[in-house]
């Protein structure tokens, strides 16, 4: 499912968590909301009520480890690990661990393996 950016204040709507304070159930692709949608962030900031109209589809590039702050680039890549330049961070495999606090099992013994679930996407704009 695609994740949606908003032109005003960078918000990302983002289907796999939906919106459940607002009603809006994990799952419910962002096609799926409803007609008077309004972005959270603009709307309670004041910025008017930027409906779906002001939403542009996003893909991240980037992606922050929550444990140790490495950022995995997709036009870097990881070359050395044999991930070449362009790869998406969707494209690595399952079994992938961060290079950096991944490598140490004092971190991983606190932390588990420290894989893709431990990596969020950035906004890269």
Request: aromatic share 14%.
């Amino acid at each position: 499912m695609k994740r949606y950016r908003c032109r005003i204040c960078n918000y990302i709507y983002s289907p796999v968590r939906g919106e459940p304070h607002r009603g809006v159930p994990a799952g419910t692709a962002f096609e799926d909301l409803p007609d008077d949608y309004i972005c959270p962030v603009c709307g309670a900031t004041g910025k008017g009520p930027v409906g779906k109209w002001g939403f542009v589809p996003w893909e991240p590039t980037k992606y922050i480890c929550k444990i140790c702050g490495y950022i995995y680039d997709q036009k870097r890549g990881e070359p050395r690990r044999g991930f070449p330049e362009g790869t998406a961070f969707e494209d690595l495999p399952e079994d992938y661990t961060c290079p950096i606090c991944g490598m140490d099992p004092r971190i991983s013994e606190f932390y588990g393996p420290v894989g893709k679930a431990q990596f969020d996407p950035i906004l890269d704009v």
